[in-house]
Nanobody, 123 residues
Framework: VQLQASGGGLVQAGGSLRLSCTASRPTGSYTVAWFRQAPGREREFVAGINRAGFYAYYDNSVRGRFIVSRDSAKTTVYLQMDSLRPEDTAVYYC??????????????????WGQGTQVTVSS
């Protein structure tokens, strides 16, 4: 499956952005997650959503500010980002994992990756 991330941009602190991860075919058999990587830092897990789309899980740094969801056709996963902070600045990636692991957070457990989309939050 091919993934395409989009929706990044420049926003002021406190603002919002919505990222989209569009797949080349339905991803109903995959867990889909968002990761981010800031300059000089390792890629880190942000949020994920299970195959059925009813269970979302988050890193503590974004819980309560970000919401991950997927459409009924299972072709697009969204990341709604509110109350953005300068420390959220990073390249954001979406990734898909098959059903081997429950609620994976480690990047090595994901099989497919989209290209990144830059999110820049100014103070």
């Amino acid at each position: 499956v091919q993934l395409q991330a989009s929706g990044g941009g420049l926003v002021q602190a406190g603002g919002s952005l919505r990222l989209s991860c569009t797949a080349s075919r339905p991803t109903g058999s995959y867990t889909v997650a968002w990761f981010r990587q800031a300059p000089g830092r390792e890629r880190e897990f942000v949020a994920g959503i299970n195959r059925a789309g009813f269970y979302a899980y988050y890193d503590n740094s974004v819980r309560g500010r970000f919401i991950v969801s997927r459409d009924s056709a299972k072709t697009t996963v969204y990341l709604q980002m509110d109350s953005l902070r300068p420390e959220d600045t990073a390249v954001y990636y979406c990734a898909a994992a098959d059903g081997r692991f429950n609620y994976p957070r480690l990047s090595g457990r994901f099989d497919y990756w989209g290209q990144g989309t830059q999110v820049t939050v100014s103070s």
